[in-house]
């Protein structure tokens, strides 16, 4: 455990330095996802890797088609060739959140404040916490001193069973500096 904190620690504190501001777009074939995320990477935080964290934003359905809505932060490391145009392999956690009103009529539990348990209509918020690791690839290709363009594949192994697990195909942009 303390080595695991250690290395978050290490992590932190290298980004506190990073070298770059990423911004992307992702696609989930099977649960019909698509999402946003932005980040910073900070090269050579192990000795031909890199380490990034990042916050996502994805909407699909197959987790809640009334809430679609899922949030999360990304942190992990992925190699790093300086050259022009470099494939890579990385690996990763995500831990993310929904948050969504459910019925709560039945739970025996004055949900509203009135001081009245399990009335008609009375809700609840559910938070449905969801994590997972992933194995990363892609593609890195440097566009000047300033610009990367990366083009990734991530095999998310979902807590929220195997039918979720599912490729996430991204595209982004990193601005170095």
């Known amino acids: 455990m303390k080595k ?7 992590l932190v504190s290298s980004l506190s330095h990073a070298e770059s501001l990423q ?3 992702m696609y989930a ?3 019909d996802g698509i ?3 932005l980040g910073l990477e900070g090269e050579n935080f192990l000795y031909h890797a890199s380490g990034y964290i990042d916050a996502t934003l994805l909407v699909s359905n197959a987790y809640d088609a009334e809430q679609p809505f899922f949030g999360g932060a ?6 790093a060739f300086d050259t022009p145009l470099s494939p890579y392999l990385g690996i990763g956690v995500y831990l993310g959140q929904n948050e969504k009103e459910v019925p709560a009529s039945h739970d025996n539990i004055d949900n509203d404040g009135d001081g009245f ?6 809700m609840r918020a559910d938070n449905t916490l969801m994590s997972a690791v992933y194995p990363e690839l892609g593609w890195r290709i440097a566009l000047g001193d300033s610009v990367t363009v990366r083009l990734m594949g991530r095999y998310m192994v979902s807590s929220f069973g ?12 990193a601005f170095n500096q």
């Open 23 to 25: 911004v992307g777009a």
């Open 117 to 122: 348990k399990d009335e008609a209509g009375e």
């Open 35 to 37: 999402g946003l995320y």
């Open 162 to 173: 195997r039918q979720h697990d599912d490729w996430f195909y991204g595209l982004s942009l």
């Open 4 to 10: 695991n904190i250690f290395a978050i620690l290490m």
């Open 74 to 79: 990304s942190v992990g490391l992925r190699t």
């Open 29 to 31: 074939e099977n649960i």
